[in-house]
């Protein structure tokens, strides 16, 4: 329009965020590795041995698969999009490595694995803690894992009793494995860049594995870890835990009796030794408006709590600072005690 002004449009930056042709999408967790040394440094600290079945989730492109490839005898991809699935076939397709590369189309948290000898992966971030799990729970036994996570969540990891990041999810992992930090990654490694650093962590299953109930103890160090800088006297003397509690002892009573007295049997119980909620995160549970029962209160159950507390000398004790062998131990005398969180 004349003496009207005329609006010049930005050219638009060129998106880095595509590979051979293929956009990644950020909110599914697409950050391709595209630095070829922090690739081999991955690979070396892996260790793979050259007869390794090796199982990579989210291959990708197939930067890291290739190098996979080359170390180990065969590699198992897992992809949930098919566009990397075509790519990847495509790129390997009429290569040395074309019968040694199988590729499951499938979202992982929901295909049966098969079995491997060691991962090696750059994982969607948001499926980090169920993943975990699920790998530590595999049937068949496996090396190692070596695995790229968000830099807290790896921090979270491998934190050790008093660390400012030690939490529920350590315990558990440690539990099952032996965790520790390899690399750690600038979010510039990737295409496109995500907006937190990375790291790298190593993690050796157990063996033999240990002898717990998983639903038991997972629900005993979500009490524990109601907050974990509380004291655990205060945290069991909260109205809502020691009312769950309760209704556990007294379920267990019942079943007792209902067995005519069969200890042995009962005792022998599986309470349900279901895989635990690990899809949750780790951030302390939420008891704003709970309270601690007043000392009158509770009657002969809370007292019965009390003195578990006091005769492993856990009273004052707070979770932040306990070890794992801490917590095997204090669980094991409220079972004694037959208290039980599942």
Known sequence: MAGGKIRKEKAKAPSNHYQGGISFHK??????????????????????KSTDVILEIGPGTGNLTKKLLEAGKEVIAVELDSRMVLELQRRFQGTPYSNRLKVIQGDVLKTELPRFDICVANIPYQISSPLTFKLLFHPTSFRCAVIMYQREFAMRLVAQPGDNLYCRLSVNTQLYARVSHLLKVGKNNFRPPPKVDSSVVRIEPRKPQPQVNKKEWDGFLRVCFIRKNKTLGSIFRQKSVLLMLEKNFKTLQAVLASLNGSTGEAAGMDLGDQSMGMEDDDNEMDDDGDVEMDEGQGGEFKEKVMNVLKEGGFEEKRSSKLSQQDFLYLLSLFNKSGIHFS
């Open 27 to 48: 909110s599914k967790g697409q950050h391709i590795l595209k630095n070829p040394l922090l690739v081999d440094s991955i690979v070396q600290k892996a260790g793979i």
